[in-house]
């Protein structure tokens, strides 16, 4: 198969990391499903009607939705070959503070809309026996040292778990998955419309406040990665016959991911003799 017959399935597609993807694609010839909460916003900010693209409107809490989507993107282009589990949002506040609600919504859209696209385009994969999935983490789906983001870093880390499953389940099949873990991109990401605060916030949490005001004024507009350099990367990444398991994106992910293994091993060996010491002895 030429790379350019090949069909993108893209979720979060009307901004930021998803906009920009789509938008490389369709120039570069490819045929691309796009899905976001209101397909005219995907009309409008790709400006494109061909018959190589199809804008969705998904639900993906919704089985039922991201079921039709699927079947939609198959009828029209007859298969899928890239999916893109791109869709997600950032919630800042600190685990006590953060509601059951509050929690619960982020968990649904970071990890459980992405399940339910692998869940119905697994079976269009597994007959073709071809096929590659992308997972969109975060560095902070790596590492969680930052203060008012837990439960966001813990619905990253779920991505990255599970596509770590997810391409040792599916090797067999001829199939291959990827976990992205971007750093800050000069995206809408940090935007109002893409990051939620807490409804009830406890004022003694200095640093979590500290760390709102750095992301919402101070980072937001500031950062280094630029989104179109990274959809260039998913696109070659995905041309190659043996992607990797693990894609890390711009040079401050680089250098936190080795800050954050440099950690693990100075905690493993400084606490070996414990570690080592609860194994049964004969």
């Known amino acids: 198969m030429k790379t350019q017959d090949k069909v993108w399935f893209v979720t979060g597609a009307s901004k930021g990391l998803g906009l920009s993807l789509v938008k490389k694609l369709l120039a ?19 400006n494109n009607v061909a018959d190589v693209f199809l804008p969705l409107t998904v639900n993906l809490k919704s ?23 791109n869709a997600g ?7 006590e503070e953060l509601t059951d609600a509050e929690a619960r919504e982020n968990f649904d859209i970071n990890v459980f809309g992405s399940l339910n696209v692998i869940r119905y385009a697994m079976p269009h994969l597994r007959a073709q026996k071809s096929g590659h999935i992308y997972n969109v983490s975060s560095i902070g789906g790596f590492t969680g040292s930052y203060p008012g983001f837990g439960i966001y870093c813990a619905t990253k880390f779920a991505v990255h778990g599970f596509t ?10 001829g199939i291959t998955a990827t976990v992205v ?3 800050y991109f000069r995206t809408e990401f940090l935007s109002s419309g893409s990051v939620g605060n807490p409804e009830n916030e406890i004022a ?17 507009g500031q950062q280094p990665g630029d989104p179109d350099k ?37 905690d493993l060996e400084n606490w070996k003799h414990l570690t080592t010491s609860t194994d049964i002895t004969a």
């Open 204 to 220: 003694e949490y200095e640093s979590v406040r500290q760390s709102q005001q750095f992301h919402n004024e101070q980072m937001n």
């Open 181 to 183: 873990s971007p750093g």
């Open 28 to 46: 570069q010839g490819f045929k691309v499903a796009a899905t976001s909460r209101n397909a005219d916003d995907l009309r409008a900010a790709i």
């Open 164 to 173: 770590e499953s997810l391409a040792a389940e599916v090797k067999d099949f």
């Open 230 to 266: 990274a959809a260039d990367v998913l696109i070659e990444v995905a041309s190659t016959p043996n992607p990797p398991v693990h894609l890390f994106l711009g040079s401050d992910a680089y250098g936190i991911a080795y800050d954050k293994i440099d950690a693990v091993k100075t």
């Open 89 to 95: 949002y950032g919630l800042i506040g600190s685990l």
């Open 63 to 85: 089985e039922d939705s991201v079921s039709v989507a699927i079947n939609e993107t198959v009828s029209r282009f007859g298969q899928i070959d890239v999916v893109v589990n």
